[in-house]
């Protein structure tokens, strides 16, 4: 699934906190969309392994949800819609895609690295790919929330997610072509300091 989409399902997380404790602001909100983008500052080092933990993400989201129910303040929400997010990002991409470059032609068996047992948990492929149309449907789903509950600021950073994401499942399937052009054009040596993963599944 695309970032936006783990973001934006962490701010429906977020949206559904806000409706119940609304005076701890839109602080815990912002936490929630940070945490369902956060695994995927990974892109480029061991993507969907550095930091995608299914299991950790969870086991620490537990006791921060429960402390967080028990003492709701900004701070204790904030740190339990993060983490709950970042669980939930973790979890859900094994219902996604495989890492290949084109997760369209269902090669990889690998969704997302379970550090716990040690080994990858492969695709179920429910979205078939990260910017596949089931995928921006998901996105606009997210959104419907967060855009009739919040205004302003909020409202306009949701809305563009969504544009984001749909300018993204445009070039999704021409941008690995483009890629593809582009490291063939290029000489070794630029390739060398390219993303292994990249390079792999282009030559
Ligand atoms: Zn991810």
Do not use: C, Q
């Not at 602001?25 to 936490?31: C, E, I, N, S």
């Not at 989201?61 to 669980?87: D, E, I, K, R």
Request: cysteine-free.
């Amino acid at each position: 699934m695309m970032a936006t989409t783990h973001a934006l399902a962490g701010v429906v997380l977020g949206t559904a906190v806000w409706a119940l404790v609304p005076e701890a602001g839109m602080l815990p909100v912002l936490a929630a969309a940070l945490g369902g983008l956060f695994p995927d500052f990974d892109l480029y080092a061991g993507h969907r392994k550095t930091l995608h933990f299914p299991v950790y993400f969870s086991a620490l989201a537990a006791p921060a949800v429960a402390v967080a129910a028990l003492n709701p303040t900004t701070t204790t929400l904030a740190v339990a819609l993060f983490l709950a997010a970042a669980a939930l990002h973790s979890a859900s991409d094994v219902l996604g895609g495989g890492l290949e470059l084109k997760p369209w032609l269902g090669t990889s068996e690998r969704a997302v690295y379970d550090h716990w047992n040690g080994r990858w948990l492969a695709p179920k492929r429910l979205i078939r790919y990260d910017g596949a149309p089931e995928d921006l449907a998901l996105t606009l789903a997210f959104a419907v929330p967060p855009v009739l509950v919040f205004d302003g600021l909020a409202e306009t950073l949701v809305i563009a997610a969504v544009a984001v994401s749909g300018v993204y499942v445009l070039l999704r399937k021409p941008m690995v072509a483009i890629a593809e052009t582009a490291v063939d054009a290029m000489p070794d040596h630029v390739v060398d300091y390219m993303p292994e993963r990249f390079v792999r599944d282009f030559r």
